[in-house]
């Protein structure tokens, strides 16, 4: 498997998104799960990642358990802040006495001592940001953290959270129907050795070519609730995706593993992280780091998902809202 750095951090070119494993996409089945991260351990995925607000901390004690007797081989990273309340709402905290509260759970889920990789899943509008990363720093200086991420920030937030302590990556949503971005985030974290982690690479599953109608999901699954997946949004969707199905039959590539080579081509910082819940699936996206893209197919591919061609908005606007602060 090759390696990518997430500033001092070495992982592997693609992780493992771990947010699929408790129910949100179905329900998945737990003995599978804990069997795709060691699938992925083997392949020599190490980023293993998982969030305290996954299905209310299960998703954390889930990867805990799977991750215990492989503990050496993987970069474990796990998120706190977005808080999911019982009635399906959220709210963000990113207050500094919240934040080692919210890391001794997660490390007590886990079953750790320390946390590789450390995000602030979304940033708190109320709490200045520096504030907010100095409490992480503390993390760190105790022993529990070893690097701090951001999720979902915006660039000044980005400037300002590294200079109070180096920030080693920003996850955020990226792929080929998610072109946000290009729009300045890449650019700063090059300027300031910070990695990418680009969640949702497949377009939460758009972009393997298996979603053709709200039909296709399950009464329960949470992208009926999101806007590209609904209505005309969906049939001008699934148009631009016929130019992915056609590159891929061409070059005898799944769609899937055509768009995680597509952005691994972004940038050499850009670090996927598909999520899977199976062993075949985890299988595909990781073959995916070997393709070689012509140039002209990128090219194609490119024009085809221009940014702003995508119908229909990644969140619904309470969500939005969160996103980008």
Known sequence: MQTRQLGPLTVSAIGLGCMSMTPIYGEPDPAEAQATIHRAAERGVTLID??????FGANEELVGKAVSPIRD?????????????????A?????PDYVPQACDLSLKRLGVDHIDLYYAHRIDPNVPIEETVGA???LVEAGKVRHLGLSEASVATL???HAVHP????????????????????????????GFVAYSPLGRGFL??????????????????????????????????????????????TPAQLAIAWLLSRKPFVVPLPGSKQRRWLDQNA????????????AKLDAAFAPGRTAGTRYPAAQMKRVGV
């Not at 009464?219 to 009926?224: E, G, H, I, L, V």
């Open 167 to 194: 920030i080693a990556a920003l996850q955020t949503e990226y792929s080929l129907w998610t072109r946000d971005p290009e729009d300045g985030l890449l650019e700063v974290c090059e300027e300031l050795g910070i």
């Open 50 to 55: 998982t969030a305290d607000a996954y299905n």
């Open 208 to 253: 393997t070519g298996t979603i053709d109608s709200l039909e296709a999901l399950g009464a329960k699954d949470r992208r009926r609730d999101m806007p590209r997946f609904q209505g005309e949004n969906l049939t001008h969707n699934l148009a631009m995706l016929e130019t992915l199905r056609e590159a891929a039959t061409h070059q005898g590539y």
């Open 287 to 298: 073959d995916a780091v070997t393709l070689s893209v012509p140039p002209a197919v990128l």
């Open 91 to 95: 709210e963000v905290n990113g207050k």
């Open 136 to 138: 992480m720093a503390r």
């Open 159 to 161: 400037r300002r959270a």
């Open 73 to 89: 081989k993987v970069v474990l990273a796990t998120k706190f802040g977005n808080i999911r309340l019982p009635d399906g709402a």
